[in-house]
């Protein structure tokens, strides 16, 4: 299957520091991905769709200052955590799909991104 | 309002014993109907889709639009299918509509 990757896997910041998460599609094209947010034991939250050459839509309660998306490429979207505080450590994962697939096609997932903000 | 939910946190069953992995959902329209499996240490990786009506690794689940549930089931649990499982839901298939996820249930196979 196609794979999609993630850097870092694992980053620890100070507080107030930014930190930016990479999600690649390494085999084929996204002209959208997904950004999700997991806390521990709890299930996966849908942050924000990533669209390429566009801005990225957001779900409610998400602050898009704070969780900056770009999607320059048709093979690389990063999220940028702004400020980051304790309360935004948490796993981050992105998906997406081949565009060639269409809406039909299988969401590929990265193995995620762990931020620790002390 | 899309929603997923997965009454069980954790479903332990002996190895040879069946498995059913329950999933209701709440959608207005006709959704697609996901089940997703991550192992020990892995990526979340797709398990079976309804629209493919095809069974995985010996698990099989069939989209009930009366009672709105998509149960994961398995006549006989082997010790490799021990990870977390997730029901998720989207829009109608072709429409690249966003994934809802249920909250998971673990599922552990022991001797």
């Known amino acids: 299957g196609a794979v999609v990757s993630q850097h870092p896997s694992w980053v620890i910041c100070k507080s107030g520091t930014s930190v930016k998460i990479e999600c690649r599609s390494l085999?084929?094209?996204?002209?959208?991905m997904f950004w999700y947010r997991q806390f521990p034991k709890q299930s996966l939250m849908l942050m924000a769709t990533s669209n390429e050459g566009s801005k990225a839509t957001y779900e409610q309660g998400v602050e898009k200052d704070k969780f900056l998306i770009n999607h320059a490429s048709l093979t690389l979207s990063t999220l940028t955590v702004t400020s980051a505080h304790p309360e935004d450590s948490s796993f981050y994962i992105c998906?997406?799909?081949?565009?060639?697939?269409?809406?039909?096609?299988?969401?590929?997932f990265g193995e995620g991104s762990r931020l620790t903000v002390l | 309002a899309q929603r997923v939910t997965q009454p069980e946190k954790l479903l332990s069953v002996f190895k040879g014993a069946p498995v059913e992995l329950k999933c209701n959902y709440s959608?207005?329209?006709?959704?697609?109907l996901f089940w997703y499996v991550q192992y020990s240490r892995q990526r979340l990786q797709l398990l079976l889709r309804?629209?493919s009506r095809e069974s995985i690794k010996g698990f099989t689940a069939d989209l009930n639009k009366g009672e709105t549930s998509f149960h994961l089931k398995k006549p006989f649990a082997q010790e490799e299918d021990s990870a977390m499982y997730y029901c998720a839901l989207s829009g109608p298939a072709g429409t690249a509509s966003k994934l809802t996820f249920g909250t998971g249930t673990r599922l552990q196979v022991t001797l």
């Open positions: 085999d084929f094209q996204a002209t959208t």
């Open positions: 309804h629209i």
């Open positions: 959608y207005s329209g006709s959704p697609e």
């Open positions: 998906s997406a799909r081949d565009r060639l697939a269409g809406g039909a096609g299988e969401l590929f």
